[in-house]
C-alpha cells in the first residue's frame, strides 16, 4: 500500500493530542499499516477478511405456488463459535476503560457521564431500502454525508466522518480495555445491540446537519434479490456517498455472493442469487431456532473476547464485508477489515440490513425472541448524540427499534420461503459403510472433503421434546491460523462427492467461516495466531427435512473452501441443548 493511501484509510490508534494529529495529517508517517499493528500491541486490528413494497407481512404467499428459479427472475430483474467457560462472579460489561485512547475524544471522568434518555418523539423515522431510494432522499442523504465529512476539519470532531469510523475502529480493533482485558464486540451477544446503537446515532448527527429530524439510514437489501447488488446510489463516482476502496469486479449491478470468502466462485448469477436465498433460511431459520445461535455467545465481564458469533454475524454480514472490501488494498481496506471499514459510508447501508435481520428473525416465531440474561441487558458502550453530549447506553434500552425512534420500510422476504426441498441422496446413506466419528478424528488438517457417520444422543423425539431441547451438531476445538481465510462447508446424508457450489439442497446443514484478525505484513514472516473455536449448528428441522429424525446415525460430510489445510478439528458430537 502506497503512502498517501494509507494516510486515507488507517484509523490510529493514538495517546495524546499531538500524536493523533500526526496520524491524521502526515501521510509518510503512516508509510505501512502492517509495521504500526503489528509491532507491540498485534491484537489492536482485526480484518474482516463489517420502491418499498405493499406487502407489509414480510413474505410472498404467492412464492409456495411457482417455481423457485422463476420466482428469482422475476424478483431479481437480471434479465430485464467459540468455548465459553462458565464464570463464577458473571457480570454486565461496563463502557469501556477509555484513558489509553484519544480518538475518538473521551470525557475525563467516565463515571459523570449520564445515562442517555430518548427525546420526544412526533414521528418514526423510517429507514427505506436502498436500491428504491428516489433521487430527493439520494440527494438529502449526500448533502448529510457531505457536511459531516466537513467536520473532518476539526480532527477532534467527534461528529466527523473520521470520528464515526473511529468508534468502530476502537470497540473492534483493541483500543478499549474492560476488567483489565480488550473489549471486543464482535463474535458475541454483544454484536447486535453494538451496532445497533452505533447506526443510532450516526442517524441522529445525519439528520441534525440538514436540519430533518425524519432522515433515516437507507438498509442495503441484499437479502431480497432486487437488492443483491451495491445500491446505485452508492456507485455514483464523485458522490460523497461513493468509496474508491472497494472491489471494482463488484461494481455496477453485479450479483453479490452472500457466502464470499475472498475468491470468485465459477458460478452462473442465478444459482448465486440462488444460494443467497438458501443461505438466508438456513442462518434465520434453521440454524438459529434459539436466541443462543442467533445472538451469538455469551460475553460477561471477566471473560475472554469472541465467544463466539451468531447465525448472521457469521453469514451474511462477514461476506458482505469481504464481497465490498477492495483485494487491491493490502489489507482489504475499507469495508473489507475491522479498522477502516467505517470509512466507506456503504458500512452503515449494510449493518442497517443487518440490524432489520434482528426484527425479521423475532417475527419468525417459536422461541426466537431477545435474550433475558440480566449480563447481556445491562451491559453498556458509550457514544456521543447529535449534540456532542457524552453518554452511556444500556443494551436493554435497544431491544425496540420504535421506541428508539425508528423502524424499517418493508420489504418481502422471500427467504422466508427457500426451505431446500431438493435432495442430493435419495433415502438414507449407508452408515455402514462410513468410517466413525471416533476414527477420523482428531483431524490434522481439512485439506480435502471428509465423510464420517456419527451417532446422535436420542432419536424420534417428540415435537415437546424438540421445543425444549435443539439438536446440535458441535465441532470441539476448531484450531486455525486466523490471519487467514477459513470457510468449510456442512452436509448431513451425502458423501464427499456432494456439489458444494449448489447450496439449495435439503442436506446443507450450513458453513462455518473466518477471517483474518490482525493486519499481515508485507513480508511471509508474519506471525501466525492460532486460535480455538467451537462451532455449532442446530439441525433439528434438518433432520425432519431430509428424512432422518428416527436415524439412531447419520452421515456428516465436511467441504472445506479455503484454508482448510490449516484447519484441525479435535473431535465431534451431537448434543442436546436448551432452547
Avoid at 491524521?24 to 499493528?37: E, G, M, R
Avoid at 475472498?262 to 458460478?267: A, I, L
Avoid at 483431524?443 to 457417520?453: G, M, N, V
Wanted: with cysteine.
Amino acid at each position: 500500500m502506497s503512502s498517501s493511501s494509507t494516510a486515507t484509510t488507517t484509523l490510529p490508534l493514538c495517546t495524546n493530542k499531538s500524536l493523533c494529529s500526526s496520524f491524521t495529517n502526515n501521510s509518510s508517517f503512516l508509510s505501512k499499516p502492517s509495521q504500526l499493528f503489528l509491532h507491540g500491541r498485534r491484537n489492536r486490528s482485526f480484518k474482516v477478511s463489517s420502491n418499498a413494497n405493499n406487502n407489509v407481512g414480510g413474505h410472498d404467499k404467492n412464492l409456495d405456488a411457482v417455481d423457485r428459479r422463476n420466482v428469482l427472475l422475476g424478483l431479481g430483474g437480471l434479465y430485464g463459535a467459540a468455548n465459553l467457560a462458565p464464570i463464577a462472579s458473571a457480570s454486565p460489561i461496563p463502557p469501556p476503560d477509555l484513558k489509553s485512547f484519544c480518538c475518538p475524544p473521551v470525557p475525563d471522568d467516565m463515571d459523570s457521564v449520564p445515562y442517555y434518555k430518548f427525546p420526544p418523539m412526533t414521528k418514526l423515522r423510517i429507514r427505506p431500502p436502498a436500491h428504491a431510494a428516489d433521487e430527493e432522499y439520494v440527494a438529502k442523504y449526500q448533502l448529510a454525508t457531505s457536511r459531516m465529512k466537513e467536520l473532518d476539519k476539526d480532527s477532534f470532531d467527534p461528529l466527523g466522518f473520521k470520528q464515526q469510523a473511529n468508534i468502530h475502529c476502537a470497540y473492534c480493533n483493541g483500543a478499549y480495555k474492560v476488567g483489565g482485558k480488550e473489549l471486543q464486540v464482535h463474535f458475541s451477544w454483544l454484536f447486535f445491540p453494538f451496532h445497533r446503537w452505533y447506526l443510532y446515532f450516526y442517524e441522529r448527527i445525519l439528520g441534525s446537519l440538514i436540519n430533518d429530524p425524519t432522515f433515516a439510514l437507507p438498509y442495503w437489501n441484499w437479502d431480497h434479490p432486487k437488492g443483491m447488488r451495491i445500491p446505485p446510489m452508492f456507485d455514483r463516482e464523485g458522490s460523497s456517498l461513493y468509496d474508491d476502496k472497494r472491489n471494482q469486479n463488484h461494481r455496477n449491478g453485479t450479483i453479490i455472493d452472500l457466502g464470499h470468502f475472498g475468491t470468485e466462485v465459477d458460478t452462473p448469477q442465478l444459482q448465486i442469487m440462488t444460494n443467497n436465498l438458501t443461505l438466508m433460511y438456513r442462518q434465520m431459520v434453521t440454524n438459529a431456532p434459539c436466541p443462543s445461535q442467533f445472538f451469538g455467545a455469551a460475553y460477561p465481564l471477566g471473560t475472554e473476547p469472541k465467544p463466539g458469533m451468531g447465525t448472521i454475524e457469521n453469514i451474511p454480514h462477514t461476506p458482505v464485508h469481504i464481497w465490498t472490501g477492495d483485494p487491491r488494498q493490502d489489507n482489504g481496506e475499507n469495508m473489507g477489515n475491522f479498522y477502516s471499514a467505517g470509512l466507506d459510508p456503504l458500512f452503515y447501508c449494510h449493518h442497517a440490513n443487518v440490524d432489520r435481520m434482528w426484527d425479521e428473525w423475532k417475527l419468525i416465531g417459536g422461541k426466537r425472541r431477545d435474550l433475558s440474561n440480566k449480563d447481556w441487558l445491562n451491559s453498556e458502550f458509550f457514544f456521543y448524540d447529535e449534540n456532542r453530549n457524552p453518554y452511556r447506553v444500556k443494551v436493554r434500552d435497544c431491544l425496540d427499534s420504535k421506541k428508539m425512534g425508528f423502524s424499517y420500510a418493508p420489504m418481502p422476504t422471500p427467504w422466508r420461503n427457500f426451505k431446500p426441498i431438493r435432495k442430493t441422496s435419495a433415502g438414507k446413506l449407508n452408515t455402514a459403510s462410513i468410517a466413525p466419528v471416533t476414527k477420523v478424528f482428531p483431524l490434522a488438517k481439512l485439506d480435502r472433503a471428509i465423510t464420517f457417520s456419527i451417532t446422535r444422543p436420542a432419536s424420534s423425539r417428540t415435537t415437546q421434546e424438540k421445543n425444549e431441547q435443539e439438536e446440535i451438531l458441535t465441532f470441539e476445538d476448531v484450531a486455525y491460523d486466523d490471519t487467514q481465510y477459513v470457510r468449510f462447508d456442512v452436509f448431513l446424508n451425502v458423501d464427499k462427492t456432494v456439489n458444494a457450489d449448489e447450496l439449495d439442497k435439503a442436506e446443507f446443514a450450513g458453513s462455518y467461516t473466518s477471517l483474518p484478525h490482525v493486519h499481515v505484513s508485507n513480508s511471509k514472516d508474519h506471525d501466525k495466531k492460532n486460535t480455538k473455536v467451537i462451532f455449532k449448528l442446530a439441525i433439528t428441522e434438518l433432520l425432519e427435512d431430509i428424512g432422518l429424525e428416527d436415524e439412531d446415525t447419520i452421515a456428516v460430510t465436511l467441504v472445506p473452501k479455503v484454508g482448510g489445510e490449516g484447519v484441525s478439528i479435535q473431535s465431534v458430537e451431537i448434543k442436546l441443548e436448551d432452547c
